[in-house]
């Protein structure tokens, strides 16, 4: 399976305008503009068009009627100007569920805030755990890269933490940055050592340490660049 969840990530729940209207009763202010919509559904047809031209937008316009109405406004406006991209629309219960069902029917997902956190954190679990799932934070001018993933202090000096996220945040970062040949070298390294099975660090069942699974990826790389 492959696919990508598109989260707009400078609004929506997250926007942290929060008040207390009486003791013991708080408010949170959802805020969905227009302009970050346009800005978010942009990007995610532009990435359909440079994959499987495919889109689904995720949203719960039969709910909060405003707020994703604006969104999938926005998402339909955008959509006019990208006819080659099929487009399917899903309330995120029914998105949540298919992503269990029949996860390789997805190729971009575009969603807000809220949703793309708890929808992407699933889609990594789905595609094995956290420790493989690269994210990226990509703005008008600028990308910042990094596993989906936080910190696990917790296991600070036990050389468990699985890398693999961590390497693929870098080939998105170097795919970003207009050097595709050398994300795709170092993907089908990562692809090379999953399907061969022998090193694994614990969280996919295996004994690995860290530098080991980094090793592996590192050497796999070195020897797909010697037979090119």
Same mark, same amino acid.
């Given at each position: 399976?492959?696919? $990508?969840?598109?989260?707009?990530?400078?609004?929506?729940?997250?926007?942290?305008?929060?008040?207390?209207?009486?003791?013991?009763?708080?408010?949170?202010?959802?805020?969905?503009?227009?302009?970050? +919509?346009?800005?978010?559904?942009?990007?995610?047809?532009?990435?359909?068009?440079?994959?499987?031209?495919?889109?689904?937008?995720?949203?719960?316009?039969?709910?909060?009627?405003?707020?994703? &109405?604006?969104?999938?406004?926005?998402?339909?406006?955008?959509? $006019?100007?990208?006819?080659?991209?099929?487009?399917?629309?899903? !309330?995120?219960?029914?998105?949540? %569920?298919?992503?269990?069902?029949?996860?390789?029917?997805?190729?971009?997902?575009?969603?807000?805030?809220?949703? &793309?956190?708890?929808?992407?954190?699933?889609?990594?679990?789905?595609? @094995? @755990?956290? @420790?493989?799932?690269?994210?990226?934070?990509? &703005?008008?001018?600028?990308?910042?890269?990094?596993?989906? !993933?936080? +910190?696990?202090?917790?296991?600070?000096?036990?050389?468990?933490?699985?890398?693999?996220?961590?390497?693929?945040? &870098?080939?998105? %970062?170097?795919?970003?940055?207009?050097?595709?040949?050398?994300?795709?070298?170092?993907?089908?390294?990562?692809?090379?050592?999953?399907?061969?099975?022998?090193?694994?660090?614990?969280?996919?069942?295996?004994? +690995?340490?860290?530098?080991? $699974?980094?090793?592996?990826?590192?050497?796999?790389?070195?020897?797909? +660049?010697?037979?090119?």
């Amino acid at each position: 399976m492959d696919f $990508v969840v598109v989260r707009e990530n400078t609004e929506g729940l997250y926007s942290g305008a929060e008040f207390e209207l009486a003791p013991g009763v708080g408010v949170a202010l959802r805020i969905i503009t227009r302009d970050a +919509s346009l800005r978010v559904a942009e990007f995610a047809f532009k990435l359909a068009m440079k994959r499987k031209k495919q889109l689904t937008f995720v949203h719960k316009g039969n709910i909060l009627r405003l707020t994703d &109405g604006i969104f999938k406004n926005a998402v339909k406006e955008v959509s $006019v100007k990208y006819p080659e991209v099929t487009v399917e629309d899903l !309330h995120v219960d029914a998105a949540a %569920m298919q992503l269990i069902k029949k996860p390789d029917a997805f190729d971009v997902i575009v969603t807000t805030n809220l949703f &793309g956190d708890v929808l992407s954190d699933e889609a990594a679990q789905v595609t @094995g @755990g956290l @420790g493989l799932a690269a994210g990226a934070n990509i &703005g008008e001018a600028y990308g910042m890269f990094e596993p989906v !993933h936080g +910190s696990a202090p917790k296991y600070a000096g036990q050389h468990r933490a699985n890398p693999i996220a961590t390497i693929l945040a &870098g080939a998105m %970062m170097l795919d970003y940055l207009g050097e595709g040949e050398a994300a795709k070298l170092i993907e089908k390294a990562v692809e090379y050592v999953l399907e061969e099975g022998k090193i694994r660090t614990p969280d996919l069942g295996g004994a +690995s340490r860290t530098d080991e $699974v980094g090793d592996a990826v590192a050497a796999r790389i070195q020897n797909l +660049s010697i037979k090119k």
